[in-house]
């Protein structure tokens, strides 16, 4: 039997020890990474899943709210047609801005027979897949969402829902909603998503509807058909991970089938987002170890072979010591050598005092107490701790020189130097690995923070039906405490009024697996309390690590007030809809929002050529801008402009109306809106305008009356008197005007007046009046004169004007005028007194002979005419 040397057992234990620590731990090395990239992707997988469950829920409202749009619109458009334009017009009013395109109706020849956008023209879109598998005999009647088109007539791309329209069975076109992809990649781009992250929509076929970020560059285009939620008999959502369809990007991708509509959601983390930082942390660390790992390797075998040999060479022996201590120096590798008996360093290489920040004399003054910052009972609790999982390594935190703190596992063997039993420590540094854990750990902590704060109700219910996790919003909806939640003692009704039974409450027909549901309306019944009306919806959960079900999550939103508000605003829309005043909102900006029928009714704009417009295009011209300066500073005073304004229709013509404007401002006192209400009043005014001519204009020769001349010569004498000037009064009565009417009839002398009454006004200036008075008595109006010639040479030409023939239909007639004269202030201050001597002055012309004209004197008395 052969005898093994006590030094060369020495450098098989020595050996094997090394061969041992190094085998366990790059085995404890690799298994930690390999956890913590299994965690990491975990962690993409079921940020991809929550994405594509909010992404499903987001759009399957979006998609049944315009389904529900398109019924509406199908029943007007058979029930009702002249009413289905203002139909859509409402329709689109109600949906988010920037969402509907287009509303329009194909006919059965596949000509566009209809389009919100104006005119449809004759464009023939048989030829779009949302039209012929309508158009195909036996096709249910189903939403249909279509590939996105680009539009003939709009221009942009945009995705088509279309339904059949039926009359008697038989087929009669498709109503269409064209929806925008954009505004569906703006509604995706509100979830967090990295810079290499992407939630997309797709149709069943795989073609893109949507997506964010980089829409412009996938329409058109389709997810590659190896996908698997596009095979055969796929469930409605899952996970998967690939590259890229169209971009070489490696992701994490989960789907989500839509509840009830042939679409699918699917959300991708970029795997380089969470794996990047971890392996380039994990492969700079495995080249540090695997250098150490190679310098201790050879340490040891260079220690075993210079033991070996140490007992046939003493020389050699102190040669393998001091190449035991080269290597010891130059390893790039963390080493301690202790004395475990009382724990003072014993030796530190140069990566050692790198590391810490210490020198070799100051290591060896110090004890391993003063470095490792763990207290010596916490200390025993981490050793027995790394015992009962079967580590080979110690966690520990380590104080450097500059007082930091680091994350350090020590791997030790025991070894022997210079006759001395000491341990030899390795010390690997985890500070950035614990970094990217904690991160792990505080983004947990957000989403349950983020879970507690959201203001809907949410519960998790376990696989068995116990409802485990809730917020407090959830205790608020449902007006319960805690105990009363878990064992669900809460009264729920159906939207009918029946109770729901315990079993069928929502979250125990999720955990039966039952289809997927979305903002089912439930009561709550509450004692003493109005019932509270919520909006229920669920989604499950991802599975387990190990395939067990993952649960599902339940969210309840209390939607009462949204209840009584629909009630509320059906009121009002039916009033703002039917009132023959016309209406019309404006915002801060003074743009227009919204107008009613009656509006369009008055001005001839449809709402279509109005929205988003300033109201000044209604302007008419006939008021100057100090007008609308003089409105707009009452509306800022007092909140509210109420008077006569004209517009102009969209026809041309102009009209009266009579408008009132009130301001509604925010609780800041901005301005939120302008809502003016007006009629058009232009009949009335017309009405008013002709019992006014009437009552003021003779109507035979169109000249004003008596009632009208003296309200003139009351402001000629008022203004003659502010200017200190002159003002005159011709007092024209015919002469031989009855021979002429008793000769050749009324109707000749009617004309005779008509003529005469021209004949006079082509004397005078326009300032001045003509008015008849009486039978064939006429009165000019002299309101300026600066002296009393001017009236004589003014009468003269009347008088000569009037003694020039008359050609009448029947005969030419010659006659003649007496008129008088009298002047303010030198005949009278009044009206009164002027008309009376105007008359006397007229008289003693008739007296005088006719075919005369008389100023008025004082002196002379009047007389009745011959």
Known sequence: MVKISRFTSIAIVLLGTTALSICLYWWQLLSSTAELHEKTMAQAMQTASRLAIAGAGQTEALIRS???????????????????????????????????????????????????????????????????????????????????VFGRRSNNWSIQLARRIEEKGQFKGVVVVSISPEFLSRQLARFELGDNDVIAIFRADGTYLSRTPKLNDYMGKAVRADRPFLRENSPSYGTFRSLASHEPVQRSFAWQGVAHYPLIITAGIADSDFLEPVEREIMAGHFRNASGTAVVLLLACTLAFFIVRLEKEQAAALKSATLYRHLFEKNASIQLIIDPEDGQIVDANPAACHFYGYSREQFTRLHIGDINQLQPDEIKAEMAMAGSERRQYFNFPHRLANAETRQVEVYSAPVELDGRALLHSIIHDISLRRQLENQLAESETRLRSIFAALPDGLLIVAPDGRIVQWNEAALNVFDVDEQALQERRHTMLYADGRKVPTEDFPGMRAIRREPVFTNELYAIERKNKPLRWIAVSARPLPAGANGEP?????????????????????IAQSVFESTTEGIMVCDAQNRIVTVNPAFSDITGYPPAEVLGRNPGFLASGHHDPQYYQAMYKTLEQLNRWEGEIINRRRDGSTYVGWLKIAVIRETDHKIRRYVGLFSDITVKKRQEQEVWHQANYDALTDLPNRVLV??????????????????????????????????????????????????????????????????????????TLTQREAALRVAEKVLDSLCQPFRLDQATVEIAASIGIALYPEHGLSVETLLEHGDAAMYRAKTDGRRTIRLFSPAAPRADPC
Do not use: W
């Not at 020849?109 to 949302?130: I, Q, T």
């Not at 969210?555 to 059906?570: C, G, K, T």
């Not at 004397?763 to 000019?780: N, Q, Y």
């Open 66 to 148: 315009i389904d529900t749009t398109l019924e509406d619109l199908r029943h007007d458009y058979v029930v009702h047609p002249g009413e289905f334009d203002a139909a859509v017009q409402r329709a689109m009013r109600f949906q988010p801005d920037g969402l509907i395109l287009q509303v329009g109706v194909i006919d059965q020849a596949g000509v566009l027979a209809y389009s919100s956008l104006g005119n449809p023209g004759n464009v023939f879109l048989g030829d779009r897949e949302h039209f012929k598998i309508h158009q195909q005999p036996g096709f249910s009647d189903q939403l249909f969402v279509s590939a996105p």
């Open 550 to 570: 993952g649960g599902e999550v339940i969210a309840a939103v209390d939607v009462s007030r949204l209840i009584e508000l629909e009630a509320s605003h059906q």
């Open 710 to 783: 003296h309200d003139r010569l009351q402001q000629a004498i008022a203004q003659a008197a502010r200017r200190g000037s002159q003002a005159g009064l011709l007092y024209i009565d015919l002469d031989r005007f009855k021979p002429v009417n008793d000769t050749y009839g009324h109707q000749a002398g009617d004309e005779l007046l008509r003529q005469v009454a021209r004949r006079i006004g082509n004397c005078i200036r326009d300032e001045d009046t003509v008015a008849r008075i009486g039978g064939d008595e006429f009165l000019v109006l002299l309101p």
